[in-house]
């Protein structure tokens, strides 16, 4: 299984959004709401946009893995 230039976007894009939210989830802060004057803002949400696409996007990745990565070892 080669990784890919959009799978690492993808990756990357999820990662920020987790971020995201576990700031505010833990700290009541909203760094991209921050970053773009506001939670509400047209960039704010086309950047949610991103993740949530970004995130459907690697939901594709359960089917793209191989059985081998997804046995356990007996031994």
Same mark, same amino acid.
């Given at each position: 299984m =080669?990784?890919?230039? *959009?799978d690492i976007?993808? *990756?990357t894009?999820?990662?920020?959004g987790a971020i995201n939210w576990g700031l505010v989830g833990f700290f009541n802060f909203n760094l991209v709401g921050m970053l773009t004057g =506001? =939670?509400?803002s047209f960039i704010a949400r086309i950047i949610y946009a991103l993740v949530g696409i970004a995130g459907i996007y690697m939901l594709t990745l359960y089917s793209r893995l191989n059985e081998d990565t997804m046995t356990v070892s007996t031994r």
């Open positions: =080669g990784i890919k230039a *959009l976007t993808a *990756l894009i999820v990662i920020i =506001g =939670g509400t």
